[in-house]
């Protein structure tokens, strides 16, 4: 039994209880006093419940003492369970050594890495077991300090943190004790570096949603990242789309499984297909075995597609039908493999209008446009502007070592004023290559290298294609689709622009506008 004394610090107040216990001729097993609570320990064997009472009664007439209840640990057993639950969930081996270098403590996880059992490895020495570093030299060295090295355990690398253990000797100063090693194998490692890059880079919290349009997209991501139909995010080039794909991935339900992505630019017809899909064995000449895919590598996780209005007309079809069932052939195989993907798609291209010109299916575009995510250009955000340059700053100065530089009143104004055509890419870019460059600590509007911008003339894209037809057509079908939410009819929207009814109609009929193919 263990009783918990709340009593005075009084001079022998606990040689009178002492006296109680001897008077009922219990052997007591320990005592511990907490000066600083005005609390004392008792432990002694188990006694019939009428001496119990009778010894409680006798305690509580004692001067001094104002408590006296029953308590499942005494301080030292309590904090004995915790120390060795601590070392027993521990994933990471912990081993204490003495100055010897002979081992005192080991937990399971050091014991698993070690392939030895408890009684053969405690009370003997460590050296012979872990190799790459020599502890009795460490041990006997004059100024014996913390230390990160590799070693080697059975064969297998592991990463050691050793920590010395200092103890006040009877003068106070301190003395050697002896060690701990904190081992740490390269899977646990893995899984760290998994972590803390998740969190970087996969978090919402990663995206500068201080605008009210930013925050109304990471509201909606945030809810379509729980679901697991297909999800389409549009923006020009350059706006974060990877970004919030992979956050909302991160958010989902698939977050622990496999992220993988595919350019469908940059992949050639007679490629993309076996790198999404597989093939079978013999499907080229030279190959006697198959290939798993890109959706087959990632099952149970996220495909991500990127620039899918880049994708030719056959893999659209074959797109089409894994995103009905989720089956589909290997190249050059008649099994049907099976597999639980969710499928992200982005785009900078208009799709609507690709459906009208023949070049996008218009099944697979319905299929896709379950869930939508716009994300608007960085001009449309100017409210993020000033944080996200913050940010990079902050992250770019960290990286080469020196103090973050602030920006110039002209600066800030010119962050603000640029279009940005590049959007969040551009302004990344441009601010990593004047932090790179910059020699002072304040960064001037001078130190952007960017293509000039007036208010008069604008800013022309270098890499501007096609005709100028085809520009006024692009921009006629951007400015239908932005207008019309806000008037979803062709009376409506003629009236707006200043034109006819009969004008308005054929336009919105030629660029394929209309309440199926834009969100009201």
């Known amino acids: 039994m263990r009783l918990e004394i709340h009593c005075q610090d009084r001079l022998g107040i606990a040689q009178e209880i002492l006296n109680i216990l001897v008077s009922y001729q219990l ?42 209840k029953t308590t499942a640990f005494m301080p030292s057993e309590r904090h004995q369970n915790e120390l060795t639950t601590l070392l027993k969930t521990l994933p990471d081996g912990i081993i204490g050594i003495d100055t010897k270098a002979v081992v005192s403590v080991i937990n399971d996880a050091a014991l698993e890495a070690l392939e030895v059992e408890r009684k053969a490895i405690e009370g003997e020495p460590l050296p012979g077991l872990v190799k790459g570093f020599n502890f009795m ?31 006040p000797d009877e003068n106070g100063h301190e003395v050697l004790a002896g060690a701990v090693i904190n081992l740490k194998s390269e899977s646990r490692l893995g899984q760290h570096m998994l972590a803390f890059n998740k969190g970087n880079q996969e978090s919402f919290q990663t995206l500068q949603a201080h605008s009210p349009q930013m925050r109304k997209v990471i509201r909606e991501a945030k809810k379509m990242a729980l679901l697991d139909g297909p999800l389409l995010i549009t923006g020009e080039t350059g706006t974060g789309k990877e970004l919030l794909a992979r956050a909302c991935h991160a958010a989902g339900s698939r977050a622990g499984k496999p992220f993988l992505a595919v350019n469908c630019a940059s992949m050639p017809d007679n490629v993309a297909e076996s790198e999404l899909f597989g093939y079978g064995p013999n499907a080229f000449v030279g190959s006697t075995q198959g290939k798993k895919g890109i959706f087959e590598q990632a099952n149970g996780g996220s495909v991500f597609l990127d620039e899918v209005g880049e994708m030719s007309r056959e893999l659209q079809t074959k797109l089409l039908r894994f995103l009905q069932d989720g089956s589909f052939r290997r190249v050059a195989d008649e099994n049907e493999v099976r597999v639980d993907v969710r499928v992200i798609c982005t785009t900078q291209k208009d799709l609507p209008a690709m459906v009208q010109e023949g070049k996008f299916r218009e099944d697979l575009y319905y299929r896709l446009n379950v869930f939508t995510l716009a994300l608007p250009a960085l001009r449309e955000r100017k409210q993020d502007i000033v944080p996200l340059s913050e940010h990079f700053v902050a992250r770019f100065a960290a990286r080469l070592g020196r103090k973050a530089p602030r920006f110039s009143e002209s600066c800030v104004q010119f962050l603000q004023s640029y279009p940005w055509p590049g959007n969040v890419r551009q302004l990344e870019n441009a601010l990593y290559r004047a932090v790179t460059l910059l020699e002072g600590y304040q960064l001037d ?3 952007l290298q960017l293509p000039s911008f007036t208010s008069d003339f604008g800013y022309l894209e270098q890499e501007f294609d096609g005709t100028l037809d085809e520009a006024v057509k692009r921009f006629e079908a951007s400015l239908l689709r932005k207008l019309y939410p806000a008037y979803p009819s062709s009376r409506q929207l003629a009236k707006k622009l200043g034109l006819s009814h009969t004008a308005v109609a054929n336009k919105l009929r030629d660029y394929g506008i209309n309440r199926k193919t834009v969100k009201i």
């Open 27 to 68: 052997d007591l097993r320990g005592i511990e006093v907490d000066g600083a609570t005005g609390r004392m320990f008792v432990s002694f064997p188990s006694i019939h419940f009428e001496q119990f009472q009778e010894l409680m009664a006798k305690i509580r007439r004692i001067t001094g003492v104002s408590d006296v």
């Open 137 to 167: 030299r460490w041990l006997e060295s004059d100024d014996v300090l913390a230390q990160t090295r590799r070693v080697e355990i059975q064969g297998k690398p592991f990463i050691a943190d050793l920590l010395p253990v200092m103890v």
């Open 445 to 447: 509007k001078e130190h």
